[in-house]
């Protein structure tokens, strides 16, 4: 097993960890290290899949800046959306529509964090995905125009890519390239 394999499974050892955490919705240390435990037997019971034509990195710092980045939109849609619950409805902004959006990356992996995470985010919602490249058709709370939603997908697409896209990724949708120095393979 290579490094770039154990930090692999490291990693996502720490993400069913923090799953678990968050499922029963209090930190403690016996939920803590439940979940570290349950991560960590997952992991070497059922090893990750790899798959040579989809390949995930991880950047430490741009995965970080991400996490950063969503907290802060996931908040200001919480917000968004508890005006829109509270308001009357005739100064309501709730306009639903459904946009189909074409990413520009082929990969399944990450594909799927960018369709979770419009789906975690209050008032959007993927609500199907098609193809490769995928086509994510993605149900939106307050409508403005097509293209607002889309720069917002792009931009998703593009922090979610440099993150954890491969060099070739980055290159072609992020418009730069690192070597494998900060990469962690899985």
Not at 136 to 152: A, G, K, P, Q, T
Request: glycine fraction near 8%; include cysteine; aromatic fraction near 4%.
């Amino acid at each position: 097993m290579t490094r770039g394999d154990r930090l692999g499974r490291a990693a996502l050892a720490g993400w069913l960890a923090a799953m678990w955490v968050l499922l029963w919705g209090e930190v403690t240390a016996q939920n803590v290290a439940n979940g570290v435990i349950l991560g960590a037997i997952l992991t070497v019971l059922v090893p990750p899949s790899t798959l040579g034509d989809d390949p995930v990195t991880v950047r430490i710092g741009p995965a970080l800046s991400f996490a950063v980045w969503f907290a802060k939109a996931l908040v200001l849609s919480n917000v968004a959306v508890a005006k829109e619950v509270l308001a009357p409805s005739e100064r309501s902004g709730i306009r639903p529509a459904v946009i189909a959006v074409r990413l520009r990356t082929r990969s399944g992996r990450l594909a799927t964090v960018i369709a979770n995470a419009i789906t975690l985010t209050p008032g959007t919602m993927t609500v199907d995905a098609r193809g490769r490249p995928p086509v994510l058709f993605i149900h939106v709370m307050s409508y403005e125009n097509r293209e607002s939603v889309i720069d917002d997908v792009i931009d998703l697409e593009r922090r979610v890519v440099d993150a954890f896209g491969t060099a070739e990724e980055r290159a072609a949708i992020c418009g730069d390239s690192s070597g494998p120095n900060s990469e962690v393979a899985s």
